[in-house]
């Protein structure tokens, strides 16, 4: 069945909204709760890995609900909207921490604030979940060919990495521009400096608050978008199953479970990445204008993803199965660590027009990586279905949603407990001339070490088990396609 124009833009309009709430939260919530608010990094990571736990059952039981639902609007919508305007406001309230809680400078975070983040990020989990699941459930609804469901994977799959790219690259820029740039002088007084590095601090805080509020309401029409264009065709009647038998139906999927172990461990990697690199500008680079490289190398980063989605994947794929293409990828990225890392300890990592080089071949990689796993999950519902007479979506949408969550709670965790471990200070030490604190080179050796080591052993990881474990290459793939059209037409 072919789609129309407007539900494809559609769905992919729906995916960029959600992806720049998703990617606001992962890559920049523990530098606006560790480094601006002074909650222990560790703390903010356990929070974390505690949130991605409960999303373990709740993600599941989110596509049990979705499943169960029957409404004129369809099964997905009502949950794809509700979902989206309670997620946005908890959003904003996650970047808008009362300022009664706020710590001045110099001083820690109280109990108040970390109950306070403790709560309302379980509660972004929650109502995410409410509508990440039910967007991607909306596939086998809109169309019931394979062709047309994996184009609308890929379109969704493309444009929320370009709502991902659209955070990375603009944040730290437009915080400084809705928050208002504060001068710190060089030298004077230690009163006026400190009262001016409190200024910047909260002119920082301001600004994550201002920033988070626009991108919830550009989530909100993003969504209604979609849901106001695409139409739930198929409301045929699906088995429903408990929480329980979703878990015990993807045991049996051997081939579902390869590829969400490769999702969790490539997105891992790049959440790692994501979290570390702010970190890396701040401090390893510094300057004055490090918000400013900072913006400009995830800017080129964020290009690259998106064109290696649009251009590169494609025109490797005229040549390439699908399974060379995602070595491929591994590889570029693991070599773009590799030179991160060698201009880190050759004095190369001051020249940003150099870092652009690892900076390309990691956010390339990833996106065409990011491509490929979505693709790898679509071929498992056949695969399924062959294997158990079942075609499982529900199942196999809400483990990768759960395992793109749990993926930037490990990352996010590990990052909180590194920085403990390397003990990286931000700004709270007074006698600071200016709004950045001089780390120590152990600090900076390990903050090195720690945003290129760790994503490696991920990816390698993902290379070995990948490899050994897949079977459904392009001609599998392709045959089990064949065999369950031919036991569809003996149906007939």
């Not at 047309?148 to 990495?161: I, P």
């Not at 570029?332 to 690892?358: D, E, K």
């Not at 999950?377 to 529900?394: C, F, I, M, Q």
């Amino acid at each position: 069945m072919n789609l129309s124009r407007k539900e494809i833009a559609s769905f992919g309009i729906g995916a960029v909204g959600k992806d720049m709430v998703y990617a606001l939260s992962a890559s920049f919530v523990m530098y606006y709760y560790q480094d601006l608010l002074k909650i222990s990094p560790a703390f903010v990571g356990t929070i974390l890995m505690i949130a991605r736990i409960f999303d373990a059952f709740n993600d599941p039981f989110m596509g049990v609900l979705v499943a169960k639902t029957r409404s004129k609007w369809g099964r997905s919508k009502p949950w794809l909207i509700s979902g989206t305007v309670l997620n946005a406001f908890v959003l904003y309230a996650l970047f808008r921490a009362p300022q009664g809680m706020v710590p001045a400078v110099g001083g820690t975070a109280s109990g108040g604030l970390m109950t306070y983040f403790s709560i309302v990020y379980i509660l972004w989990g929650m109502t995410y979940t409410m509508m990440d699941i039910p967007y991607w459930s909306m596939i086998p609804a809109v169309t019931d060919t394979t062709d047309a469901r994996e184009k609308l994977s890929v379109v969704g799959r493309t444009c929320a990495g370009i709502g991902n790219a659209i955070i990375t690259v603009g944040t730290m820029a437009l915080v400084g521009i809705l928050g208002g740039k504060v001068e710190i002088p060089a030298q004077g007084e230690e009163a006026a400096l400190a009262a001016a590095r409190e200024a910047a601090r909260q002119a920082e805080i301001s600004g994550f608050a201002r920033l988070a509020l626009i991108v919830a309401v550009l989530f909100i029409v993003a969504e209604v978008i979609c849901a106001h264009f695409i139409r739930e065709r198929h409301q045929v009647q699906m088995e429903t199953v408990g929480v329980k038998d979703m878990f015990r139906s993807l045991m049996k999927n051997d081939q579902a479970i390869v590829a969400v172990v490769g999702v969790l461990l490539i997105n891992a990697a790049l959440y790692i990445t994501s979290n570390f690199v702010i970190y890396f500008f701040k401090y390893d680079m510094g300057g004055a204008d490090w918000k400013g490289n900072y913006t400009l190398f995830t800017a080129v980063g964020g290009a690259s993803q998106i064109l290696s989605m649009m251009v590169l994947y494609p025109l490797l794929r005229k040549k390439q199965s699908n399974t060379q293409i995602f070595n491929l990828s591994l590889f570029m990225s693991m070599a773009g660590y590799a030179l991160l890392l060698l201009f880190c300890f050759t004095g190369l990592a001051g020249s940003l027009p150099l870092l652009f080089i690892p900076g390309v071949l990691i956010f390339a990689a990833n996106g065409m990586l990011t491509v490929l796993t979505t693709v790898f999950l679509t071929s498992t519902v056949d695969y399924a279905e062959l294997k158990n007479g079942r075609r499982e979506e529900s199942v196999i949408f809400s483990m990768q949603t759960f395992v793109v969550k749990a993926a930037s709670g490990l990352a996010v965790f590990l990052v909180g407990i590194g920085l403990q471990v390397i003990g990286l200070n931000g700004n709270t030490d007074e006698e600071a001339a200016d709004a950045i604190v001089q780390q120590t080179s152990s600090s900076l050796i390990g903050l090195r070490l720690l945003m290129t080591i760790i994503p490696v052993c991920g990816l390698i990881a993902a290379y070995l088990y990948f490899n050994k474990k897949w079977i459904l290459t392009d001609q599998k793939a392709g045959e089990i396609a064949e065999e369950l059209m031919r036991r569809r037409l003996d149906k007939a």
